[in-house]
């Protein structure tokens, strides 16, 4: 048995997981091949999925973005501005042009970091994930996939598909603290995403808990803050959501913050967004 | 040389830095380790060239491959986890940080080096206005800033200052201080600009 399965199809890429029960799924590789580098990992086999057309290309529908899990970063942050924003802004933030040219929104996903970028977005626009194996598909709402650090609901034998992203009417942001504005892992991030038509505010937070958050007081007391007609809220609203979402987050001390100043900056960063969505 | 843990985990020697391997780099795993750290032979497609990657550990990065097994060493090995750009390659046309891509997962990619811009012994525009502008000091970091920035020029010819300042974003100097590396890149433009006028 070859240690490295190379698929070209969903279905031989779901036999070599057969095959290969102790095997590590690689996508774009940018954080696989950090820990192999350094050590930490000696995969005893791996599944490549590049090759695997069923995670490939995106579709464009009236209510959502059909995503490859396959697709990178460089393919959301050029082709999809328009119709996920949001999204597309934290593309660019992701590593270098070198990193977002391989890795995958699926891979960013497998990998589960507190500090994946994209994953806030996902979370705030309730995405939904297609997971596959041999028993099928099942999806999932990306409220329920992250369940800790690096840890996820996807089971031995399955492989995330697709990625299913609604799209909203209505302004969107994405927002990233770090050490400087190009290769850097966030200290927090937040995604902002407001639906005129189902009036909500939905925000979306990384690298302050230990998976992405949601702060949902936030979201529903600036939702009834706003006049959705303008779509302007009162100036004092704007401060209280801001706090409200710094008290909905559990940041951490670590190597790029303290959780004093994650809590400060996740605050600040949220109430800029809102500011920035509203006229 | 590094041992392999006989559990399949591994050992503390490998975390070790001083166990490093002499060629520099990664840790690899010694050829009697066989069964936990298994060999395969491919063949990458490199500039052009179709060579045989012969019983390497199946967790080689391609920039492994290509400096210690197929003689390029164009590609410099310097952070290991896709932050400082020294080993960037174009696959299949796109920018890598060649660290981080898995070598025999590189299989029917046609892989671009430093070496595979110009033929032998000539100077690509790019590495000439490099020259010119003396934006070379150590010069560790400029092989993956050539392969950036010809592959800016390529994709983007008309690309503006702060298209060209992202593009490198994931290159880092330690020397020049970027200057004559962005003059050099706009020398480039005016050159192809004028050739193509």
């Known amino acids: 048995v070859s240690v490295i399965a190379r698929p070209a199809s969903l279905e031989d890429a779901l036999d070599a997981l057969d095959a290969l029960p102790n095997a590590q799924l690689l996508a774009g590789g940018t954080d696989f091949m950090v820990e192999v580098n350094f050590g ?11 090759r695997v057309p069923e995670l490939h290309g995106y579709e464009i529908r009236a209510d959502e973005v059909d995503l490859g899990a396959g697709v990178t970063w460089t393919i959301v942050e050029r082709e999809l501005a328009g119709e996920l924003p949001a999204l597309a802004a934290a593309a660019r933030t992701v590593g270098s042009p070198q990193m977002r040219n391989a890795a995958t929104i699926g891979g960013n996903l497998g990998t589960a970091s507190p500090a994946g970028d994209g994953l806030p977005v996902l979370l705030a626009a309730d995405a939904s994930l297609v997971l596959a194996s041999r028993h099928g598909e099942r999806t999932v709402p990306m409220a329920e996939f992250v369940t800790g650090v690096k840890r996820t609901v996807l089971q031995p034998g399955e492989i995330i598909t697709r990625v299913r992203v609604p799209r909203l009417s209505g302004p969107q942001e994405f927002l990233k603290v770090g050490t400087r504005n190009a290769m850097v892992i966030s200290i927090c991030c937040a995604a902002l995403l407001v639906d005129r038509v189902g009036r909500t505010v939905r925000m979306g937070l990384g690298s302050v808990a230990p998976t992405p958050v949601r702060a949902p007081e936030a979201e529903s007391f600036i939702a009834a803050e706003i006049d959705w007609k303008a779509l302007s809220a009162p100036a004092q609203s704007v401060v209280r959501f801001g706090e409200l979402v710094r008290d909905a987050v559990r940041p951490i001390t670590d190597h790029r913050g303290t959780a004093a100043y994650r809590s400060r900056a996740v605050q600040v960063i949220a109430t800029r967004a809102l500011e920035r969505s509203l006229v | 040389v590094s041992t392999p843990d006989p559990q399949g985990g591994v050992s503390d020697a ?65 952070c290991e986890q896709g932050e400082c750009g020294s080993c960037s390659v174009l696959m299949d046309g796109a920018l890598v940080a060649s660290c981080c891509v898995l070598a025999a997962d590189a299989i029917g990619s046609a892989i671009t080096t430093v070496e595979g811009l110009t033929g032998e012994g000539e100077l690509s525009d790019v590495q000439r206005a490099f020259i010119e502008q003396g934006a070379v000091q150590c010069g560790f970091c400029i092989p993956g800033m050539i392969v950036a920035l010809t592959d800016l020029l390529d994709r983007s010819p008309a690309a503006s200052e702060l298209e060209m300042r992202e593009a490198i974003s994931g290159n880092l100097c330690r020397c020049t201080g970027y200057g004559r590396i962005f003059a050099a890149f706009r020398q480039v433009q005016e050159e192809r600009d004028r050739a193509r006028a």
């Open chain 2, 14 to 78: 490998l975390h070790d830095p001083t166990t490093k391997d002499s060629r520099g780099g990664q840790d690899y795993p010694s050829s009697e380790g066989a069964q936990d750290f298994p060999l395969e032979t491919y063949v990458l497609s490199v500039n052009g060239r179709e060579l045989l990657v012969d019983d390497a550990w199946v967790g080689e990065s391609l920039l492994y491959v290509l400096r210690e097994r197929l003689g390029q060493p164009g590609s410099k090995n310097a």
């Open chain 1, 40 to 50: 930490h990992r000696r995969p005893p086999a791996v599944v490549a999925l590049r």
